[in-house]
């Protein structure tokens, strides 16, 4: 019996055309700050030799031997970011009984998340994020997730997942996405594809297409601090340079100094210009087109 997170078929919402797919390219990489560039700017899906999911309650079917785009790892330890218990305590269990993950942790922010995989010892070998938290708006928690644990796989769980996110997120540097509403098996294939270092999201998302974010908005907020980051959102929700300094303890001379940083990572040359940049990657930017 499913668990109360999986109700319905993976990618149910796709149709009958859209199959769940993991591609990957012929040629490794083993540079881990290349793997993006590698999986998106090379047009890699066209040629990739693929695993195709028919769907969620089939297992993956191999077409031919591939070269995994990423390195395989066992995953015996997780950490979750979500900020709802319930679904916390039922994706602990999927990942725990379904997938055999041992070792779960959890955690209802981002900051939270960051601060976990700061701290000395092992890191997860896997995170599961969500992406409506309290503390991040849209793409850039991804980004900055992505820059403090370049080697840990991420999979995005989320009830956003219009093709225009999804291919963002990948843009953006995760391993795989899984819908909410996805069933246990899509939840055991998309884990089992990650463990052999492969990308896992529905293939009409791995297909080439219009770009859901620029590329440079992307690469930009990759630049940012952790420290930056947070001073963006602020300034993002229109708060003042004392009333960040205030917020974060600091002088207010290192929050000008941040600003003046921010605006020239991102190449522009007023707050409001940073503001509309941030935008950019929120992803209620990317609303369905009427």
Do not use: W
Not at 159 to 169: G, K, P
Not at 229 to 245: D, H, P, R
Not at 260 to 277: C, P, S
């Amino acid at each position: 019996m499913d668990l109360p997170l999986a109700e319905t078929a993976g990618f149910g919402k796709i149709g009958d055309k859209g199959l769940g797919l993991v591609a990957r390219p012929p040629d490794r990489c083993d540079n881990d700050h290349c793997d993006n560039d590698r999986y998106d700017n090379g047009r890699t899906v066209r040629g990739a030799h693929m695993i195709i999911i028919r769907n969620s309650f089939q297992a993956p079917r191999t077409i031919s031997p591939v070269q995994p785009l990423y390195k395989p790892v066992e995953l015996r330890s997780a950490l979750i970011v979500d900020d709802h218990p319930l679904f916390c305590d039922a994706l602990a269990m999927t990942l725990s009984g379904l997938v055999g993950i041992q070792s779960i942790e959890s955690v209802g922010t981002l900051d939270a998340a960051l601060t976990r995989l700061e701290e000395d010892g092992p890191r997860p070998d896997v995170v599961v994020l969500d992406l409506n938290l309290p503390d991040v708006h849209g793409l850039d928690g991804v980004v900055r997730l992505r820059q403090a644990a370049p080697q840990i796989p991420i999979v995005v769980v989320s009830s956003l997942d219009e093709l225009r996110v999804i291919r963002a997120l990948l843009k953006a540097g995760i391993n795989g996405f899984v819908p909410k509403h996805a069933a246990r098996d899509e939840f055991r294939a998309a884990f089992a594809a990650i463990a052999r270092g492969e990308i896992h999201a529905p293939q009409m998302a791995l297909e080439p297409g219009s770009p859901s974010l620029s590329d440079e908005a992307v690469a930009r907020l990759g630049l940012l601090t952790r420290q930056q980051a947070k001073i963006l959102q602020f300034v993002c929700a229109g708060l003042m340079n004392k009333q960040i300094a205030y917020e974060l303890s600091i002088a207010e001379t290192t929050v000008k100094a941040h600003v003046t940083a921010i605006m020239r990572k991102l190449g522009v040359q007023t707050r409001m210009q940073a503001v509309l940049f941030a935008q950019e990657a929120r992803f209620t930017a990317l609303a369905p087109e009427d």
